[in-house]
């Protein structure tokens, strides 16, 4: 059993708006120490193939329901594709980061 579903039996709908946000950030700043070295990269298959791999073995993935992981990472991958369009050009800022991840639970929580 993964830590979110440990910490969180009941699934989100227990979960309050200020919560889950204070919990997407955490687990965005775990996946942060996963993808703090894919930057400076292009948008090309193989780099978002990769990208993704890499967010899938990170604690923020971890923490997902198994079912969930791959829809999540894909929905963090198109955002972050729509905001940087150029490919990542800098490091993606934690600000960033935290907004996708929220972006992201909402819209997974929604799409269930």
């Not at 200020?18 to 955490?26: E, F, K, L, P, Y």
């Not at 942060?32 to 978002?48: M, V």
């Not at 999540?72 to 490919?87: A, H, R, V």
Request: aromatic residues 12%.
């Amino acid at each position: 059993m993964n830590k979110y579903t440990a910490n969180y039996p009941d699934g989100e709908q227990t979960i309050n708006k200020d919560s889950m946000g204070s919990i997407a950030r955490q687990y965005s700043y775990d996946c942060s120490t996963g993808i703090k070295n894919l930057h400076y990269r292009a948008w090309t298959p193989q780099f978002t193939s990769t990208f993704k791999n890499v967010l899938l073995k990170t604690p923020l993935a971890a923490q997902i329901k198994a079912e969930y992981q791959s829809k999540f990472c894909d929905c963090f991958i198109d955002e972050l594709k729509s905001k940087y369009p150029n490919g990542l050009t800098k490091k993606v800022s934690q600000s960033d980061q935290d907004s996708i991840s929220i972006s992201c639970a909402y819209k997974i929580k929604v799409n269930k």
